[in-house]
Nanobody, 125 residues
Framework: EVQLVESGGGLVQAGGSLRLSCAVS????????IAWFRQAPGKEREGVSR????????VYAESVKGRFTISSDNAKKTVYLQMNSLKPEDTAVYYC??????????????????WGQGTQVTVSS
């Protein structure tokens, strides 16, 4: 059974930091791209970042470049999203997702086969 389980969300003040984790099981970790998406109330889901090939390929959305860092620990089958300098507009449910084949140069949901349940991130002003 494929599972992606997010953790690490919470409430933080603007300017603060959080680290999200995505623990993966049920597929060969090295063969998949893992991405983070987010969805705020009333807004469309947005691709935040992806990582594949043990970090050889990393993509960030413009809105988080320079503030967020994605990384992976292949031994633990876990992908992390370090989020610094958080802003109220970063408030959303954050999801991780897995894709065997990537077609897009960006982080697009249509590439992804498996999804986690999400973790809430709330940034207060």
């Amino acid at each position: 059974e494929v599972q992606l389980v997010e953790s690490g969300g919470g409430l933080v003040q603007a300017g603060g930091s959080l680290r999200l984790s995505c623990a993966v099981s049920g597929f060969t970790f090295d063969d998949y791209a893992i991405a983070w998406f987010r969805q705020a109330p009333g807004k469309e889901r947005e691709g935040v970042s992806r990582i594949r090939d043990s970090g050889a390929d990393i993509v960030y959305a413009e809105s988080v470049k320079g503030r967020f860092t994605i990384s992976s620990d292949n031994a633990k089958k876990t992908v992390y999203l370090q989020m610094n300098s958080l802003k109220p507009e970063d408030t959303a449910v954050y999801y991780c997702a897995g894709a065997h084949t990537i077609y897009s140069d960006y982080v697009e949901s249509y590439d992804y086969d498996y999804w986690g349940q999400g973790t809430q991130v709330t940034v207060s002003s």
